[in-house]
């Protein structure tokens, strides 16, 4: 995995989830993180894009399913 170092002037909040995702890597219930980078554009502020593995699920087909979703999963799927 390869990972670029964060700037100081990112959220904490960013920097807090990648340390998680580091950390938990090795789990079978969480995504793995495969990279990190760092981009800066002449006038934006610097922004950080997360790499990870891709999940076997499809959001689209999931929510026009015949099956309907339950108030819990729509809150679940909206909390990602």
């Known amino acids: 995995m390869l990972v670029t170092p964060p ?3 990112l959220s ?3 920097l807090h ?3 998680l995702l580091k950390a938990v890597r090795l789990h ?3 995504v793995t993180l495969r990279d990190l980078r760092v981009e800066q554009r002449p006038g934006q502020p610097e922004s950080m894009h ?3 593995e891709q999940l076997p699920l499809d959001l689209y ?3 026009y399913s015949e099956h309907p ?3 819990a ?3 679940y799927i909206v909390f990602q």
């Open 7 to 9: 700037p100081a002037e």
């Open 12 to 14: 904490l909040g960013a």
């Open 17 to 19: 989830e990648v340390q």
């Open 28 to 30: 079978p219930d969480f």
């Open 50 to 52: 997360l790499v990870q």
């Open 61 to 63: 087909k999931l929510i």
């Open 69 to 71: 979703l339950s108030t």
């Open 73 to 75: 999963h729509i809150r």
